[in-house]
């Protein structure tokens, strides 16, 4: 299954949930969600289509909004036969900063509860429902705001 | 035995001087072995000895939550009960400096003497690690306690007698029992590596879990003597190995005067740096077993060898009896 | 449940075996030629252009160029992490990565070097 | 990831004589048996996102490779790949091939480094001494082709800094006949030696399901059968010419990680082999532009850059906006993904065996927080400092405790009463 074809798979899949989607010249695909609040509904269509690996999640200040970029990696098989290689595909959310909200996904995917909590650290993007926001790479006492939401950068 | 030779005996050649320069000795031999198995350079010949003397050097505190004269106490009563241990353990002949019927119980206990001391001073320094080290090594001493009763009996077993000096002597008068007793020695070898927390029996004082056990609190002239214990036991446990399973001074043991004696070092000089090797070449092959893994060992194998090498001797003896 | 020791053999070879180590200071061990030591600068090459320190990641080299057409070159080893960018950067190689490792040094000062020339 | 199962809390870190880096787990136990584990990370977060986004491309290389010393070449090849995408320069194979050959080196001496420090973790100090005195095969072979042991800084913008001779090539075949002896003495030993078995096998298991809910990554995830592996998912460098196999076993304790990591050092000498036999010639870096030039056409965009770091999957996603300075940089850890497994692992074994259950996944804590960055002390946090500040702080406190231990009472210099 070659990157384009698991791309048109996956636009008729969740074709109700998508704003944009677009195939990378290096082979990587791009998901844009139409409304943050399907993002549950969208990865759970993706688990039933076997993929499961969620890579990471990154936040992004982009100016007015907060893009959260969900990367999941398909598996390539290597033991029956088809060397179809491993395709990286990324699921992107748009999170206005007035109200920097996310659901969370660790009940059906518990290998993002590291990812969320420092999505939370890093960008200020409340994850509801997760199980233990506590702080992960930030001190306790640390009470600078968001190290990557553009007013905290020091860019010197 | 007047005073003379009895203060000769006590303080000088089974007695301390001996035992100190040759327990630093073996920690070199054991510490150089291992060294050398790990394709290091190793200690110098006088790294111990300088060890010792840089921590006698060093402040000896005493923790505020401790219980300070048992504390003290500790370092001091397992040294004196190894040393004593070995007037009863023959050297240069087969009769040892002191000995009378039933002293192979005595030099028994005092053998465990040192780890009672290392729990007692363990439990009453007030630190938690310690106290998690020292119901460890505890737990140990009842897994290696039993085999190693059991193995020091088999040969008492055979003499019919339980003197050490009169083991020494059946052992030398006929000895092809030193084969029977191979199983026996085996277990000795284990029970004395694990009596003295050695890889692979050191979960007492697993340095990547509890970082030095029982030992946490101590230092300054008190660590010293607890490591200085140590060095002794390994050496008396190797005598006394040698004494019980490999007859003592076997092959020279008829010899009478000086040049028996002189004979009868030798022999015994060679027989434990034999044993001290062979446990530091067990320390380097083998990784740290958990803590009821080690029990584990002791009892589900080396407890039925032990009985089952009562067994043999028993059996031994009557098959000699029986044609006799 | 096979009997432990498996490592013996390999334990008793090892007992033949020379040394493993090397026991420096007494004996050195020879660098290879390509080893990244402290940075060795030419004054005569080096036109003040200024690239080492532009692509310097641990700014370590400042150079300033005088009001007299001066260029004073100044390069810290205490910031420097010897990746030899500035080697490589430099247009006129007037730098070069020595062998120099042993840099300990109880002043702060002996870590600087400054070279003043006409240019 | 834990509920709060009542039972004795034990704290297991952050300094800790087993785990040399801060990282803290609170152990709920009840008697030997671990029933739940809490993980603290980060105990000393060094912001390298920020501080990358005030240098250059090019100073970054540098930057990013300082993240971990025994994977400093995955993190400069993972982002130096990203930016020649967003440049779209094709990298000369001969260059492909270096990068190909450096890269299987350092996977050979980040494993042989986890081996002894497994040893060593079970008390096997002897295999840690040969694990750790073979390795100086492969760390003088760096020094040798590269000029440094860990942070090589081969790469750069377009290909690689430093060529390989024909007689480097010559000594890099000689020395991996000689590295295939030792590792085929590790392969028949280790997973055989009874005393490592009883420390190893069936503890800190970790399910196939289990490891592909949690995303596991690297030699984790494959010792639990899972087929994760960017070389073959995503072949960069020059893996698609080789020939190689992913390892994977489906045992998923300790005794199936340390074979799998043992047989990937067996791959990559393989893998080495073929890299230094075929290598082409051909020149070693893209273009002959200078790097100011190239630093000044990097387009806007963004790119997701993945490399098989020697403990997993490796991500760098890099968003530029035409400046010469990057806008975003998220670097995701293969640790990062294998912690979640860990606290899986560690319910149920003993507390004896937290160390080594730990070292199991063969944890990169300095990769999970990241390089330090000197801030000019006007950051939004009040309690953070610059070095400066740290160091007068420093004195200041100890002055202070003394005589007397009075409380840090001075006006002006008076930061809070820290521990």
Known sequence: MTPSQLKRKLDDELSAL?????EHDCGRLEFVLADRGDLLEAVTTLQELGITHLITITGVDAGDEIEVLYHFLRYGEYDDGDLGEGVELTIRA???????????LTDVLPGATLYERELMDMLGVEVTGHPNPEKLLLADDFDGGPPLRAENLEVS | MDLATGILYLLVFPGFAFLFTYALAAEYLDRKLYA????????????????????????????????????????????????????YIPVWSET??????????????????????????????????????????????????????????APAVAAGT????????????????????????????????????????????????????ALAEYSGRKLALFRLTKDVELVVGAALLSALFLGGPYPVGSIEGVAGAALGIAVFLAKTIAIVAVLSILRGVLARLRIEQVLNVFYRWLVPIGLLQIGIVLAVGLYAEGLL | MSLPGKLVPEALKTLGKDRATVSY???????????????????????????????????????????????????????????????????????????????ADSDRESFEERYTFER | MSEDVSGTKIPVGPQHPSLKEPANFTLTVDGEVITGADLKLSYNHRGIEQAALSKTYLENIYLLE????????????????????????????????????????ERIHSHMLWLGVAGHEIGFDTLWQYAWRDREIVLDLLEEITGNRIHYSINTIGGVRQDLTDEQRETVLAKMDELEERIDFYLETVPNEETVRMRCEDVGTVSTELAREYCAAGPVGRASGLPVDVRRDAPYAAYDEMDFDVITDTAGDLLARTTVRIREVAESISIIRQAAKGIPDGDLKATPQPMQALLAQIPEGDVVSRYEAPRGELIHYLRSDGTDTPERIHIRVPTLANWPTVVEALRGSYIADTPIVVAGIDPCISCT??????????????NSFNLDELREYGIEWYDDRADGGSATGEPGTDRGDRP
Request: hydrophobic share 40%; charged share 20%; aromatic share 8%.
């Open chain 3, 25 to 103: 200071p007494k004996n050195k061990r020879t660098l290879p030629e390509r080893f990244r030591g402290a940075v060795e600068f030419d004054p005569d090459p080096c036109t003040g252009c200024g690239m080492c320190e532009r692509h310097c990641a641990a700014d370590a080299i400042t150079v300033t160029s005088g009001p007299d057409g001066t260029v004073s070159w100044e390069y810290d080893v205490a910031r420097c992490m010897f990746c030899g960018q500035c080697e490589e950067s430099c247009p006129t190689d007037a730098i070069v990565m020595g062998q120099e490792f042993e840099l």
């Open chain 2, 96 to 153: 040892a400096a002191m000995s009378f019927e039933g002293d192979l119980v005595v030099v028994l206990f005092l053998l465990s003497l040192p780890s009672f001391s290392l729990f007692f001073g363990g439990w009453y320094s007030g630190n938690v690690f310690s106290q998690v080290g020292t119901t460890r090594t505890i737990t140990q001493l009842f897994g290696y306690e039993i085999p190693f009763f059991l193995a020091a009996f």
């Open chain 1, 18 to 22: 998508l704003a944009a989607s677009e």
């Open chain 4, 369 to 382: 927080s990241r390089i330090g960055v000197e801030t000019d002390g006007t950051h939004a946090g009040e």
């Open chain 1, 94 to 104: 748009i999170v206005p900063k007035d109200d920097p909200k996310i659901a969370t």
């Open chain 2, 162 to 213: 339980l003197e050490l000096s009169s083991i020494v002597a059946f052992v030398g008068s006929n000895p092809l029992h030193m084969l029977v007793f191979a199983p026996a020695f085996v277990i000795g070898l284990l029970s004395l590596q694990a009596k003295l927390e050695r890889i692979p029996f050191d979960a007492p004082e697993a340095e990547s879990e509890l970082a030095t056990g």
């Open chain 4, 66 to 105: 300082r993240i971990c010393g025994i994977c400093s070449h995955a993190h400069t090849s993972s982002f130096v790949t990203g930016v020649e995408d967003l440049l779209d320069l094709d990298v000369p194979r001969r260059a492909n091939y270096i990068r190909t050959l450096i890269g299987e080196l």
């Open chain 2, 36 to 87: 050398r198995v790990q394709n290091r350079v190793g200690p110098p010949p006088l790294q111990p000895l300088a060890d010792f003397l840089k921590l006698l050097a060093k402040e000896s505190a005493v923790p505020e939550n401790a219980t300070a004269r048992i504390y003290k106490a500790a370092p001091l009563t397992g040294l004196a009960g190894v040393l004593t241990a070995m007037l």
